[in-house]
T-cell receptor, first 115, second 110 residues
Framework: GAGVSQSPSNKVTEKGKDVELRCDPI?????LYWYRQRLGQGLEFLIY????????KSGLPSDRFSAERTGESVSTLTIQRTQQEDSAVYLC?????????????FGSGTRLTVV | GENVEQHPSTLSVQEGDSAVIKCTYS??????FPWYKQELGKGPQLIID?????GEKKDQRIAVTLNKTAKHFSLHITETQPEDSAVYFC?????????FGTGTSLTVIP
């Protein structure tokens, strides 16, 4: 597609439920990133995928968070047993192999509210 | 790891005035410094970037300067307009991961 697409755009869930967030990167982009943005705060790195290499999971805050990506396509971020502190905007970004030239392209994010 | 600090956290300017946002970084190996603009309800959008082999880059009303020795870089917006109102993020990168500043909320007062 023309841009990075994320779905849903908004998600309200009850504490303790699992949620799944989806990211469709730009076609041909080999790198995909997930970030979390809490209200009024900066971007917190969660996980990074590059092609078929093992993902960099160093930013995942707990074992309740996991993400998958098959090849260079769609990625899903799963949060199990959601807590109120998980409420945030979850942003996905993708970049081509020439990352330094083109930088990231971000999606519009999924606003997650845990009630 | 890298640590990026960004100041100020909020900035209000009169329309037509200039705005300057400053960032510092800790890892001298960082070599790529993008700036992103995030409007309400949208994802961050790349507006300008600079690599470590360049000291200054300009694109119309926006410019970025980099001082490698002091490990700081700045975003300059001249002749500000109301549509410049947004949150601006700086970032530093030396590899696959970007380290973001905490953002500056810019308000341009008509």
């Amino acid at each position: 597609g023309a841009g990075v697409s994320q779905s849903p755009s908004n998600k309200v869930t009850e504490k303790g439920k699992d949620v799944e967030l989806r990211c469709d990167p730009i076609s041909g982009h080999t790198a995909l990133y997930w970030y979390r943005q809490r209200l009024g705060q900066g971007l917190e790195f969660l996980i990074y995928f590059q092609g078929n290499s093992a993902p960099d999971k160093s930013g995942l805050p707990s074992d309740r968070f996991s993400a998958e990506r098959t090849g260079e396509s769609v990625s899903t971020l799963t949060i199990q047993r959601t807590q109120q502190e998980d409420s945030a905007v979850y942003l996905c970004a993708s970049s081509s192999r020439d990352r330094v030239i083109y930088g990231y392209t971000f999606g519009s994010g999924t606003r997650l509210t845990v009630v | 790891g890298e640590n990026v600090e960004q100041h100020p956290s909020t900035l209000s300017v009169q329309e037509g005035d200039s705005a300057v946002i400053k960032c510092t970084y800790s890892d001298s190996a960082s070599n790529y410094f993008p700036w992103y603009k995030q409007e309400l309800g949208k994802g961050p959008q790349l507006i300008i970037d600079i690599r470590s082999n360049v000291g200054e880059k300009k694109d119309q009303r926006i410019a970025v300067t980099l001082n490698k020795t002091a490990k700081h870089f700045s975003l300059h917006i001249t002749e500000t307009q109301p549509e410049d109102s947004a949150v601006y993020f700086c970032a530093a990168s030396k590899g696959n991961q970007f380290y973001f500043g905490t953002g500056t909320s810019l308000t341009v007062i008509p």
